[in-house]
């Protein structure tokens, strides 16, 4: 680790100061003289522009997962046979598109519950685009709006990525979850058994449950905010109007991933809710009428589908999956600052300064620049370390006895690539010897 050379200055005493050290993870750091400019970024590759998913293809898909409740005791849910011929069916077309498909079991009331996990070769393992849709039923129906229409949605624009044989920068993978019906317990199952390297290489998830339903609302999350806006601009393209989805909280697979810190999104087109007036007027369809009346029904069969609606929020996710996994992140150099001034006590305890780090998908990068401008004599009394947002520390600069030169103004390289970008970002400066004070004067976070 090397730390910024001290501008000469005079002051005869000598100084002894103890560093009290904390447990630190490892952070590759090199000083950049506080001159140096920012390096040229690369220029920012453009999103490739989604293909058409075709309705008719996503109809196909529905037709078969009705089929198969038909033939299985009129449902596909949980611990039932006509879920596991319906995990069969999917992973077949993925299997012959040239995905690398894996099983999950797990166990739920007393029955074999199933995840199918599909990832498409190449792409960044350390920047995961995850979509996927829960696949049971529940037991009173053939589930077809909910949620064959997820996971119809998600697997034609998986095979789409095929068709395309798209090189996207980030890797996809898609899911389909078991019992989600019994409480959202396979997709919990999968990000409880996600190693934590794992869960932090993911960029990205998007869940559609219910994206088809008869009487349609067109209801985007709002959780991440560049999923959000993603959804949002594309629906605003199309001239159909969007609200935040408000019910959505816990209420479906894309919980467990909101939980563990994982940027979230999806599309919903409403359950049992009643569409108001105001809706039926910007939306068409009935007032006064449940989005879906056959929510959780024997009723909810093929017969129960909005073609327009389904057809709309499968291009929907093809659109984000091709603008977030081959569109760059926002272009290097975007920048998150705080310029309030902090004192720093003497030889004293550490304080902190925040800044809050927003828009960003998935994690950090290798070369996160720290930008530091503190005010100090004898700077060689001062420790500073970044704080992550879960709290990790990354040691900047140790103390030294004979560092007598003022002022820290400096910009770091840390390699935050195992921290989440999103959340509260700190810098801590604590003074251990005695005489000379300053403060934090600002400091920044160039992604
Ligand atoms: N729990 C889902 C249906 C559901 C109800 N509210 C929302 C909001 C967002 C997504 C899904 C839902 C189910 O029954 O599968
Ligand atoms: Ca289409
Ligand atoms: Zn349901
Ligand atoms: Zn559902």
Not at 387 to 415: E, F, H, M, Q
């Amino acid at each position: 680790m090397t730390t910024p050379q001290p501008a000469a200055s005079g002051r005869g005493s000598r100084r002894t100061a103890t560093v009290t050290g904390l447990a630190l993870a490892a952070a590759l750091l090199t000083a950049v003289p506080a001159t140096s400019a920012p390096s040229g970024s690369a220029a920012a590759t453009g999103a490739l522009a989604a293909p058409d998913i075709p309705l008719a293809n996503v109809k196909a898909h529905l037709t078969q997962l009705q089929s198969i409740a038909t033939a299985n005791g009129g449902n596909r849910a949980h611990g039932r046979p006509g879920y596991k011929a319906s995990i069969d069916y999917v992973r077949a077309k993925l299997d012959a598109a040239g995905f690398t498909t894996s099983l999950q079991q797990f166990s739920s009331s007393g029955a074999t519950g199933y995840n199918l996990i599909a990832d498409w070769p190449g792409g960044d393992p350390n920047q995961v685009l995850m979509a996927g849709a829960h696949l049971d039923s529940v037991s009173s129906g053939p589930g077809i709006n909910d949620n064959g229409s997820g996971s119809a949605a998600v697997l034609e624009t998986a095979l789409a990525v095929s068709r395309a044989q798209l090189q996207p920068a980030k890797h996809l993978r898609f899911a389909w979850w078991g019992a989600e019906e019994l409480g959202l317990v396979g997709s919990k199952y999968y990000v409880n058994n996600l190693p934590t390297t794992e869960r932090a290489r993911i960029a990205g998830y998007i869940n559609l449950d219910m994206v088809g339903s008869p009487n349609p609302g067109y209801f985007v999350y709002d959780d991440d905010p560049a999923i959000e806006k993603v959804f949002k601009d594309w629906y605003a393209g199309i001239g159909v109007p969007t609200e935040i989805e408000t019910e959505g909280d816990g209420r479906s697979d894309h919980a467990a991933f909101k939980n563990a810190g994982i940027p979230v999104g999806g599309l919903f087109t409403g359950a049992s809710r009643t569409k108001t007036a105001a809706q039926a007027t910007k939306w068409g369809g009935t007032a006064g009428q449940a989005f879906d009346r056959c929510y959780h029904s024997s009723c909810d069969t093929t017969a129960n589908i909005n073609d327009t609606a389904l057809d709309r929020n499968s291009d929907a996710l093809a659109h984000a999956v091709w603008t977030l996994g081959t569109g760059t992140t926002p272009p290097p150099g975007t920048t998150f600052e705080n310029t309030a001034d902090v004192a720093i006590p003497d030889n004293g305890a550490a304080v902190t300064s925040t800044v809050q780090v927003t828009g960003r998908t998935g994690n950090a990068p290798a070369a996160l620049r720290v930008g530091v401008d503190i005010k100090h004599t004898w700077r060689g009394d001062l420790v500073v370390d970044l704080l992550a947002p879960d709290g990790t520390a990354y040691r900047l600069k140790n103390s030294s006895s004979s560092d007598s030169a003022d002022n820290v103004i400096t910009t770091y390289t840390v390699d935050a690539s195992a921290e989440q970008a999103n959340g509260d970002w700190r810098l801590r400066v604590q003074d251990v010897a005695a005489q000379d004070t300053g403060y934090i004067d600002s400091w920044k976070l160039t992604f």
